[in-house]
């Protein structure tokens, strides 16, 4: 039986957002896994989705270029240590550059981004390498986008720490940038429901299964359950399933239809996402020096 400690609970209540005792409880059953405690907790508690932004420790910047026609652009995630340097000036104008050079020179990954140069000719390896010595903080290049279209690009950087850019066919000139803080704002992994992962869908089924089975009901009601909360799922999480931001009443795929327009694709940048907070208990460390 592993040991549950109170740094794993607390981890598990920020990420759910549930009770000390129901988390605590959950890792016991779980025999310690953190991923099958909290899925566990999903299934017993109902829970819509995980709040894994709670985990995220990486601080940083997100710049966005866009070429003067519109065709091409590029979104780019640049991370540093503290919040403090995620504000720099120096540090937003080097993330912005680094965009620039991804949309003009169509790097293949970040290794060739790095050996790549900036708009006034500096090499982006050295001219990070010059940042790291004038800021006192480790700072990466940590991933990017690069789209060219047929149609018309548009972004939104909400602060710097959220970046939206978005390829789209047609439309007023207002609607890629409105879709773009859309976007930011309701946080679609996709554009329609044909796209939504596979994996993603059969996890979501599973859960809901177990939640609608806990009800009792016999499983021709189960089953109602299950589908209804799947339409519901592909509805929130589907950029043309969700009601427009700046106008509830209307549906993204409704305002699209009467602009004559189409979202071909986008992507949405946060900084840290997917990067998990170390948890340092301290007292444990000091109970353990002293033992030394």
């Known amino acids: 039986m592993a040991e549950i400690t109170a740094s794993m609970v607390k981890e598990l209540r920020e990420a759910t957002g549930l009770g000390m005792m129901d988390c605590k409880k959950a890792l016991a059953e779980t025999d310690g896994d953190f991923k099958a405690a909290e899925e566990l907790l999903r299934i017993k508690s109902g829970a819509k989705a995980s709040k894994a932004a709670s985990r995220v420790a990486a601080e940083g910047v997100v710049g966005v270029f866009i070429s003067a026609d519109g065709k091409t652009g590029a979104l780019v995630e640049v991370n540093c240590e503290t919040d403090f340097v995620a504000r720099n000036e120096d540090l937003l104008a080097f993330a912005k550059n680094v965009a620039h050079t991804v949309a003009q020179k169509n790097p293949a990954d970040v290794g060739a981004l790095t050996a790549g140069t900036l708009p006034n000719g500096e090499n982006v390896e050295e001219a990070r390498k010059a940042l790291i010595m004038k800021?006192?903080?480790?700072?990466?290049?940590?991933?990017?986008?690069?789209?060219?279209?047929?149609?018309?690009?548009?972004?939104?950087?909400?602060?710097?720490?959220?970046g939206v850019l978005i390829d789209i066919n047609g439309g007023s000139e207002t609607l890629g940038r409105d879709l773009a803080m859309h976007i930011a704002a309701s946080k679609p992994i996709c554009v329609s429901k044909d796209q939504v992962p596979q994996d993603l869908l059969d996890n979501e089924r599973k859960i809901y299964t177990a939640q609608a089975a806990e009800s009792g009901k016999p499983a021709n009601i189960v089953e109602k359950m299950v589908e209804g909360r799947i339409t519901k799922y592909l509805a929130e999480v589907t950029l043309l399933g969700q009601p427009f931001v700046k106008d509830p009443d209307t549906m993204v795929e409704k305002l699209l239809a009467v602009q004559g327009a189409r979202v071909n694709a986008f992507q949405m940048f946060v900084v840290g996402e997917g990067i998990e907070k170390t948890v340092v208990d301290f007292a444990a460390e000091v109970a353990a020096a002293a033992k030394v």
């Not at 990466?140 to 939104?156: C, E, I, P, Q, W």
């Open 135 to 162: 800021l006192g903080e480790n700072i990466n290049v940590r991933r990017f986008v690069r789209y060219s279209t047929a149609g018309k690009l548009a972004a939104y950087l909400h602060g710097s720490k959220i």
